[in-house]
């Protein structure tokens, strides 16, 4: 696959993406090499990425521990204090090998060491791959509050290798699997016909391609999410709420990032219904698909009380306004919706039927 190439960074593919690293590792005479991992990173990505790099450097490696209930700024400070013990200088850099928690963190965590140092992306789930390691969001969670402190700044490269997702269950790449979905809802309603039709996650290479040049259209044309990149963010006002409901609450089981942004997708589909002109069928084939690949996520009345008292932390949010991001139709996003409290609430009714 060709790479893809913006004016901060390139997206590099398969074995193109080890020649571009190789490359850049000869070219930047950096001091040190740091590497961040989970424990299953560690085990299953780290000793074939390892194998491919060419040429002698000084290597540590960083374990953290998985899971977004790790995503917190006490993880951070963790890394910073063993890269000072280590003596990571300006001229270090920071591989980030894993999922969307280790390079939301680690591009946070090199973004900020010493005033910012290099930082590349190694994806390792699909989440990551089409979603979390491209577009240059970096930072951590706040409590269970998703993704309230961090930057957006760009890393050096972000290599895309495909294999690493044979290291993957079924689950995480279904989660994954919703932000792809996403991409077709908000901009390309011929894509989005296209997934519904993915029974098999055997051959997903093209669609991760695609779905990385419809993000980084929009990341290119906004880079700062001042207007068009919201639309990135549809499904994602309830269903972050959902997500760090979950987070929080010791009666229910975590739910992974797309479970949640999947449910989240169905009731702001439903609110688009309402309020920006989504047509009737267009949200039962939206609810369709999501049921049919993800079921549904059981909301009792308390639970549904607290996700709604979520929803003032979102980072859209302005001026005591909740901002939403709802459909016109599949393929077209609207930004900056108002949506009256009786509203919600219908919506999870809906979801429920």
């Given amino acids: 696959m060709k790479s893809i190439i913006t004016p901060s960074y390139a997206v590099h593919f398969n074995e193109t993406a080890y020649d571009a690293l190789n490359t850049h590792l000869a070219a930047a005479n950096y001091s040190k090499v740091f590497i961040l ?7 299953y990505c780290l000793a074939p990425f390892m194998a491919q790099i060419q040429g002698e450097y000084v290597f540590e490696i960083i374990e953290i521990e998985s899971g977004e209930i790790n995503k917190n700024i006490h993880t951070c ?4 204090e063993v890269l000072s013990e280590l003596d990571a200088d300006r001229k270090s850099v920071l ?8 390079t939301d963190l680690g ?3 090199a973004s900020s060491y010493k005033r910012g140092i290099d930082f590349i992306n190694v994806p390792t789930t699909l989440l990551a791959m089409v979603d979390a390691s491209v577009g240059g969001k970096t930072g951590v969670d706040l ?9 957006i700044s760009q890393p050096k490269m972000v290599l895309v290798v495909p294999d690493f997702l044979g290291t993957l269950g079924e689950r995480q790449l279904t989660s994954g ?6 991409h077709g809802l908000i901009k390309d309603r011929n894509y989005w016909n296209q997934l519904k039709s993915v029974r098999s996650f055997d051959e997903l290479d093209a669609y991760i391609l695609d779905s990385i040049i419809i993000k980084n259209e929009v990341v290119q044309q906004d880079p700062t999410e001042q207007s068009l990149r919201k639309i990135l963010n549809f499904g994602h006002t309830l269903g972050h709420a959902i997500e760090s409901h979950f987070l929080e609450s010791k009666e229910h089981e975590l739910l992974l990032h797309g479970e949640a942004i999947a449910a989240g997708m169905v009731l702001e589909a439903w609110l688009s219904y309402r309020l920006t002109g989504l047509l009737a069928e267009e949200l039962e084939d939206i609810k369709a698909t999501f049921v049919e690949r993800y079921g549904k996520v059981s909301f009792p009345a308390q639970d549904i009380d607290a996700i709604l008292t979520l929803l003032k932390f979102d980072k859209k949010n302005s001026h005591g306004n909740i901002n939403f991001v709802l459909l016109q139709n599949i393929g077209e996003a609207q930004i900056d919706v108002q949506v009256p409290d009786d509203l919600l609430r219908e919506a999870f009714a809906y979801y429920s039927e």
């Fill in 177 to 182: 699997f919703a932000e792809m979905l996403k």
């Fill in 37 to 43: 991992v989970d424990e299953n990173t560690h085990e």
């Fill in 143 to 151: 409590g269970s509050l998703k993704n309230q402190i961090g930057f």
């Fill in 77 to 80: 400070t963790q890394v910073w």
């Fill in 107 to 109: 591009g946070f965590v």
């Fill in 95 to 102: 591989i980030n090998l894993g999922g969307g928690v280790v």
